[in-house]
């Protein structure tokens, strides 16, 4: 599993809300087996990324800096979709 999961700490410049939503969304929807959301599984996953991107904030906050090799960009900025 946590071969396609982003790493975001290190990054230069830091990881964005953007960032950090991406990787909670991809993180809860192979956890949850999700491919799609419904109107029965869209609330329970909106939940569990909210509370998963607000961790992963807290711990990028209070991790110290460690680099990151060049090449391990978060997707978002590979494809050119952060300004």
């Known amino acids: ?3 396609n999961i982003t790493l975001l700490r290190g990054l230069e410049p830091r990881a964005t809300d953007q960032e950090i939503f991406a990787a909670a969304q991809e993180y809860v929807r192979k956890v949850g087996g999700l491919t ?3 109107y029965v599984t869209k ?3 909106d939940k569990a990324v909210a509370a998963v991107a607000e961790a992963t904030t807290t711990l990028l906050a209070e991790l110290p800096e460690h680099p990151v090799a060049a090449t391990a960009e978060p997707p978002l900025r590979r494809s050119g979709d952060l300004v």
């Open 1 to 3: 599993m946590g071969s």
């Open 43 to 45: 609330p329970a996953f």
């Open 36 to 38: 799609g959301l419904s």
